[in-house]
């Protein structure tokens, strides 16, 4: 991927049944690596981009993936 996590980047690895995610990355004292694995539902991811073989999302958005919030697009209604 030729990404330096030394350099602040996030490393997220997610199993195949998209069940299990751990995430790489470094602070002030050194490595940490965050685990969860979900009981029951997958997570739900962006979409791949082939140009650099990566996935990119915000903070923000990760944050809600983690925290399995599902967020959808609303249909407006027009009167």
């Given at each position: 991927?030729?990404?330096?996590?030394?350099?602040?980047?996030?490393?997220?690895?997610?199993?195949?049944?998209?069940?299990?995610?751990?995430?790489?990355?470094?602070?002030?004292?050194?490595?940490?690596?965050y685990?969860?694995?979900?009981?029951?539902?997958?997570?739900?991811?962006?979409?791949?981009?082939?140009?650099?073989?990566?996935?990119?999302?915000?903070?923000?958005?990760?944050?809600?993936?983690?925290?399995?919030?599902?967020?959808?697009?609303?249909?407006?209604?027009?009167?």
């Amino acid at each position: 991927m030729y990404k330096d996590v030394r350099g602040g980047e996030v490393f997220i690895f997610i199993n195949r049944q998209q069940n299990i995610m751990k995430i790489l990355h470094m602070e002030y004292a050194g490595m940490v690596i965050y685990h969860k694995k979900l009981d029951s539902g997958r997570f739900r991811l962006p979409d791949y981009d082939p140009g650099t073989g990566s996935m990119t999302i915000k903070w923000s958005d990760l944050i809600l993936i983690v925290q399995s919030v599902n967020v959808r697009k609303q249909k407006l209604k027009t009167y």
